[in-house]
C-alpha cells in the first residue's frame, strides 16, 4: 500500500478540475446500480467512456490540469457495493502529478468514523464527498455531526452534492430519492456549528441558487464549485456573484465524465461568463488555497 502524496507542480499545470467521478474500477463494477447509471446518462445526454482512474490521470495529463477524483458511496440507501476509495487513494498515488483523492463514506455506515479515520491516516486521502441524495440523509441532522468533526479535525474540505441531480431523473418516483436533501440552507447548520470546516458546495445549485449564495456570502468557510453545467447556461446572479464578492470562493470543476472540462472551457470562453482577471483564481488559484497546494 502507497499512502498518497502530492506531487502536483501548481506552476506547470493550467487548471485544477475540482469534480471529476471515478465511475468503474479496474473490474467495471460501478458504484451506482445499472438503471440509474442509464438515467444519468439520459438525463446529461451522453454515452461517453467511462475511462478507470488510470485512463483519467492520463486524460488530465494530456491537458495539463490536476483534478480532484472521487466515488459516491451509497451502500445502506442503495444496496449497492460502493468503489472503493482505499483504490482510489492508491491509484491517485501512482498519479499524484495530476490526481488529488477525496473519499467517500457512507455517513449511515456503523462504522463510517473508523472508516474515515482509516482512508485518512492509511491512505492520505485529501477530502470527503458527500451526496446527501445518493445517500439519503439530511446534512443538517445533529446524528451526523460527528462526522463533520472529524473533517474539520482532519482539516480537509468536505464537498456536498447540491441542488437538482441527474440521478433517478425520468425514473418512476426518481427511483425514491429526494431532492430535497440537497438544498443548500442545510449546510448551513454546518457552517454555523463547524466554523474551521471548509464546505464545498457542488454545481449550480439551481433551483436553490440563492440560498446557496446567501449561505456562501454569510459563512466564509464555504465555497462553490461550478461542476455539472454548462457555463452559458448558468444562472445570472451565480455569475454575478463569482466575477464580484464570491471571486475567492468559486472553483473550476466539470462533473467529468458526464461533463467534459473541454466543452466546460469552450463554452465559458464562447458565453464570456467570466471577468478575465477573475478566471484564473477560478481555473486555478482558489483551489490551490483550499487544497493546501502551495
Known sequence: MTRYEPAIDVDAIEAIDTHVHIEVDAHGHSSLPDDLQEAASRYFRTDGPRPDLDGVAEYYRERRMAAVVFTVDA??????RP??????AEGAARNNDVLIPFASVDPNREDALDEMRRLLDEHGVRGFKF??????????DPRYFPVYELVQEAAVPALFHTGQTGIGAGMPGGRGLR???SNPMLLDAMAAEFPDLQIVMAHPSVPWQDEALAVATHKHSTWIDLSG???????????RYANSVLKDRILFGSDFPLLTPDRWMRDAETAGTFKPEVLPGIMKHNAVRLLGLS
Open 229 to 239: 453545467w454548462s457555463p452559458k447556461y448558468f444562472p445570472a446572479e451565480l455569475v
Open 83 to 88: 468503489i472503493s476509495s482505499a483504490d482510489i
Open 75 to 80: 451502500t445502506t440507501n442503495l444496496g449497492q
Open 179 to 181: 431532492l430535497a436533501l
Open 131 to 140: 451526496h446527501p441524495t445518493v445517500q439519503g440523509f439530511s446534512p443538517d
